[in-house]
């Protein structure tokens, strides 16, 4: 069956912002479904509004449109664009809404546009709760179950609170509440008590869209298993990969740490999942492509029940691919086009077809990454609410090897069992009582548990169900350690074992310490020969011979690393998503594969570098196979970097080539950034800006006396290793101060203190200060505004201005959640004259060579500067998309030697001018960032606070691009939260040192046509400057009817304008309830003062209902025009 | 991760590789194959085909859930050895009555655990499968060898004696009784009679040295030829017998070994995989329908593609045929046109035959999974159609002169 010849333009829909759920797994997977379209010769378009995405650089589609995943935008690319199909199923749950509300809204059948991949039938049976139980029930008939109905939990779906406490009358208590269409099992979860059912089945029902929540019988402690499947319109059916979870059900499985293949089945028990997978799929009637079947399996007799199906690629089907070299979304587009499976060659043996399962002979562990940290009072069990934020992935030729290095590759304090202390009175009995509660890191607890003498049995209790198996892989562990310890010597035979076992040399220093550490082990290993080996995902077991390079360590007796001749460069990814280092990082590893794959490597001059990446986390774009030439699947750690760059460069120069001629340390993040001096410190030509210099650049006495010397200022600051010398530092510049550690991202552990006992609290909390790492008091420069600036510069000292952003929100906001523009729109060509003047003389202060990221604030027209990082910034993709101008690519470049002049001349930068001289009518692009309060509970319940500060909290972004301010606004609100609200019923409470401010945005909003509620005081002002208003007590005030809380939570209100009262701690407690309410409610809540005056413009833009779309090709051939 | 004692694997082209003890301690010779499942080592080791071969599985992870009473496909296990990389230290399953090492123990198996299968497997890729030792009792390589060298080989080895049933057996029906079927044992699994059991046919499983008139005394209404291991070119008996059952124009269904018969007795010849195919994933094309099924796979011989021999079936390639190149025509054979109905995708190895003009049809991948995917499930469905004269009403044309060759006798 060749290809359609009837589709030859195709609407390609993304996923858009990272959230909790749904990540950068679905830029990769539409990465790879647009590069398949193009090839077959189809015009695509791409609707997508995460500018941090590789799909959305221009060359990915033939018209790009970074907007709003809504409706009403994608109607109006439709309608532009005139496709003949829409692909829904590579971009998550939110693609596959979006196709559904346009297919209801008949505006597919208004243009004659044709849903592929997917039907409406199918979408609908596989996410109606009723419907599918149905569709199970019908296979297992087929199957020839005798009862059909043990397949599914007993459950009903409800569609009000009487519905639901009649149906747990019948069921008992626990049970599970799952709302319908909601992503990633948001608002799901368990209710042990009545309580929880009140609470959680209100919270379903309000999250569904259809308001409709599934109760179902609990299957809590079953074994949980995934199948991925494949579907071609000639019904040929093949499973690509089963994955198991280690914590069994009552874990959502994207908090839980898997392992594929299925560890724990026989062939029957695995076959009967096969059958019922493979049955339901094609009664429900996926057409094409991928799909995923959860499956929950009773340890004590093997009944099978299906939980779920998602008709559409998704964050497993990217682990799937990751994990068998299979690459689904790729398949998914051919098949969506026509193609079967037999006609599609497997990828990686090339000779034989996709029409086939990959079988491994190897193990691949995924662990979740999680941000507690960052919410503080968020309830941190795991539930059946997805709540990490990213998840590495690692491979081994065993379990404990593959669970090892995905251990290590989180990159948490903790690199692995025993690498940090126990807990201080850590007993067997109350491990095990740790155990019933699931969280992060319970893997660590099932080791102590286990090393403090518990049985396997007993753990299986405790830890509610996780398979003996998998326990007994752990003790064996911890038999391995008692070994290790007791050694006389650690000698080769013991330390071969230990390394097949997956333990780090960190781990080994921990045990053994008279080894000098983690240098001092590997100078032991290594002087015993004892290195790990690199295998090959080949989809087949080495059954055939595989073409592609795609590798993973293992301490085993054969290589398979094929020596090269060219010049390589090893460029160091970003490991696991995690709030401060997502996406957009590995956004800028992807495009410096892309520079250097091109670039010409000097000498012969034939061919490009050859191109080594390495990195853990399988959502990404930068570990899909066919992104550089060679890819390790590996932990970013000294450890094993050191290898895959010893194992490149041996076989590099063994075949005569010059081996490894660069490590590129600087755009994955802080993490490869943190390898950067010891990596040179080994040997390992680190190119691009130097360790030195980033050290410059982070220590702060360093950096300070570069500033002096250059004449810029800086906020007066100090450093501190107890409080009494912060509170001497405080004293000195005065209140406020921000105080956080050094070396850090994101603004971990960053806060803005206001009086001595806040900072002496904070100091008390920072339990890990020392003289090497001590706490940095700033002064902190309140109502400034902010200013981000991207920059490169060269070895000969030249500087490209790649963007200069404006905050709206003042200062004190971490970047990475406030929301800017670019060009800037309020600031003076003065101020951006000053600001290239600084940038400059901090790029050549520094000696960048690469990236540089600046952050300015603006007080009473003085520039101060607030840091400075020689890296890639989160924002490179943004300004890339905003200027169209790679610098991500020119930064990897100007690494490898090239300078700008000469990238100038190739035309990778523009022949002149730069992103500091935007032409005057160059489109405003606004940067949103998307926040995860919503997905957060308290443990009794309630909403978290949204509120804003100097610690990052955002998942991600969206971009917002149109011809002035106003309507990129608006479409940055549309993107990230739903639309701004264009009437009803606005709620103000704000700080009286804002209100002076407010009186202009909330008159206009109320001439606006919207009604006003606020509280007393903030009535009080607006009233005064004849703003009508209708005044409501806070909840904390006496008084009858409704207070302000209830109202929000009632739905009655549109839009929450709230603003801290008061300064330090107060200002975090006061307007709490009112903003997790907004946030239970899902309601838009502004904070912030400029965030209010930008809200109105947006608000403007859309009353006026004059949106456009236009995509990026148009845009940006505008600019460069202009330039 | 307990250490234990050492034992060294040795290939009869010298290459070795040093484990530890797995099972039984001593000494073993076989030919070493790699199976490429994830799942289902029980029915591997219990599987008769795997008679006199090392198993080298490519699965990492060995003995995860143990052994239970109801996954045997034999009465044994027959592997000659076994090369595991991680056996599991604990069996975890609720249908588990004891762990596999004892198990392998206990029947006097010999393996290798801790080898680097991955290499040993691109190896046997590479060389084709080869004569292999294990020892853990021997610890010079060369004296290994040496013994290694003297094994006997698979190609004209004549097994099925040494596997098959002393003693005829029934297998019943489930529920009402449809038809009666006589199935040679040349190394049968036990899955075998329970598909057909499971379409009301009763199967009386027979002896290897069976005759035509032992069969026709079942009362059987079809005939089935089993799995087995061996060199199909030795098995001049079963040949004759399928022989006969053609001219009796008596249905007639064979899997894999039973497949390499039916193909010798229409007049094929078998050859000699390089490596072979053994594992649960391997695509097949079913050329009637031209839909692909994903099969479970254990043979190291296969039917030569009739009249394209050299071109075809002379080594094994992935991506030999790629489709396009596999010819796609009725042969004719002494018992009347014959197709090749089903091809396996990787390498285009002939895996499945139909006579035209008799009712006969063979497959040589394995239906009956055990272990393995079920979508090939509906031959059995087709058998029984077959039986009751449904199938098309190829079986019952006159046209050809059906006895033609007979005098010259088999191959």
Known sequence: MPKRSDLKHILVIGSGPIVIGQACEFDYSGTQACRVLRSEGIRVSLVNSNPATIMTDPEFADATYVEPITPEFVELVIAKERPDAILPTLGGQTALNTAVALHEAGVLEKYGVELIGANIDAINRGEDRQLFKDIVAKAGARLGYEDPSTLVPRSRVCHSMDEVRETVAELGLPVVIRPSFTMGGLGSGMAHTQEDLERIAGDGLAASPVHEVLIEESVLGWKEYELELMRDRHDNVVVVCSIENVDPMGVHTGDSVTVAPAMTLTDREYQRLRDLGIAVLREVGVDTGGCNIQFAVNPADGRIVVIEMNPRVSRSSALASKATGFPIAKIAAKLAIGYTLDEIPNDITLKTPAAFEPTLDYVVVKIPRFAFEKFPGADAELTTTMKSVGEAMSLGRNFTEALNKAMRSMETKAGGFWSVPDPVGATKENTLAALRTPHDGRLYTVERALRLGASIAEVAAASGGIDPWFLDQIAGLVELRAEIVAAPVLDAELLRRAKRAGLSDRQLAALRPELAAEDGVRTLRHRLDIRPVYKTVDTCAAEFEATTPYHYSSYDLETEVVGSARPKVLILGSGPNRIGQGIEFDYSCVHAVQALRAAPAGGAGTGGYETVMVNCNPETVSTDYDTADRLYFEPLTFEDVLEVWHAEDTSGKAAGGPGVVGVIVQLGGQTPLGLAQRLKDAGVPVVGTSPESIHLAEERGAFGALLTRAGLRAPSYGLATSYDEAKAIADEIGYPVLVRPSYVLGGRGMEIVYDDATLRGYIGRATDISPDHPVLVDRFLDDAVEIDVDALCDADGEVYLGGVMEHIEEAGIHSGDSSCTLPPITLAGSHLAEVRRYTESIARGIGVRGLLNVQYALKDDVLYVLEANPRASRTVPFVSKATAVPLAKAAARIALGATIAELRAEGLLPETGDGGTMPADAPIAVKEAVLPFKRFRTPTGKGIDSLLGPEMKSTGEVMGIDTNFGHAFAKSQSAAYGSLPTGGRIFVSVANRDKRAMIFPIKRLADLGFEIVATTGTAEVLRRHGIACEQIRKHYEAGEGEDAVSMILGGDVALVLNTPQGSGASARSDGYEIRSAAVTADIPCITTVPGAAAAVMGIEARIRGDMRVRPLQELHAALRAAQ | ?411
């Open chain 2, 1 to 411: 991760m307990v250490k234990r004692r050492p034992a060294i694997l040795v290939l009869e082209d010298g290459r070795t590789f040093q484990g530890e003890a797995y099972g039984s301690v001593g000494e073993t010779f076989g030919e070493a194959v790699f199976n490429t499942g994830m799942t289902g080592y029980q029915e591997t080791l219990t599987d008769p085909s795997y008679h006199r071969q090392v198993v080298v599985q490519t699965a990492p992870h060995i003995g995860n859930t143990g052994v239970n009473g109801e996954d045997d496909e034999s009465s044994r296990i027959w592997v000659a050895g076994y090369v595991v990389r991680d056996p599991a230290r604990i069996g975890s399953n609720w249908r588990a009555s004891g762990g596999l090492e004892d198990r392998l123990a206990a029947e006097g198996v010999v393996g290798i655990a801790g080898v680097d299968t991955r290499a040993l497997t691109r190896h046997l890729r590479e060389r084709g499968a080869m004569r292999v030792g294990i020892s853990s009792v021997e610890e010079d390589p060369r004296a290994l060898l040496a013994r290694v060298r003297q094994a006997p080989e698979m190609v004209g080895a004549d097994l099925s004696a040494e596997v098959t049933t002393a003693e005829p057996y029934v297998v019943k029906a489930d529920g009402e009784h449809r038809f009666t079927v006589a199935a040679l044992d040349l190394g049968i699994k036990r899955n075998v009679p329970r598909r057909l059991a499971a379409r009301g046919v009763t199967t009386h499983v027979l002896p290897a040295t069976s005759t035509i008139d032992d069969l026709l005394a079942t009362g059987a209404d079809a005939v089935f030829f089993s799995p087995g291991p061996g060199d199909p070119a030795t098995a001049d008996g079963p040949v004759a017998l399928a022989r006969e059952v053609l001219n009796r124009r008596i249905p007639l269904f064979g899997i894999c070994f039973g497949s390499q018969i039916l193909g010798r007795a229409l007049g094929f010849g078998t050859y000699k995989l390089g490596y072979g195919h053994r594992g649960i994933n391997q695509p097949v094309l079913d050329r009637s329908t031209g839909k692909v099924e994903v099969t479970s796979h254990n043979h190291g011989f296969a039917v030569a593609w009739p009249g394209r021999e050299q071109e075809l079936s002379a080594v094994q390639v992935p991506g030999a045929g790629s489709g396009a190149v596999v010819p796609d025509q009725v042969i004719d054979t002494e018992f009347g046109g014959v197709e090749v109905s089903h091809v396996c995708l990787n390498d285009n190895v002939v895996e499945g035959l139909r006579a035209k003009d008799v009712p006969a049809f063979t497959v040589q991948y394995h239906p009956e999974a055990a272990a393995g995917p079920h979508d090939a499930d509906y031959l059995f469905d087709r058998f029984a159609e077959l039986i009751e004269g449904r199938a098309l009403g190829q079986g019952r044309s006159e046209g050809r002169a059906l006895y033609r060759n007979q005098s010259e006798g088999g191959n």
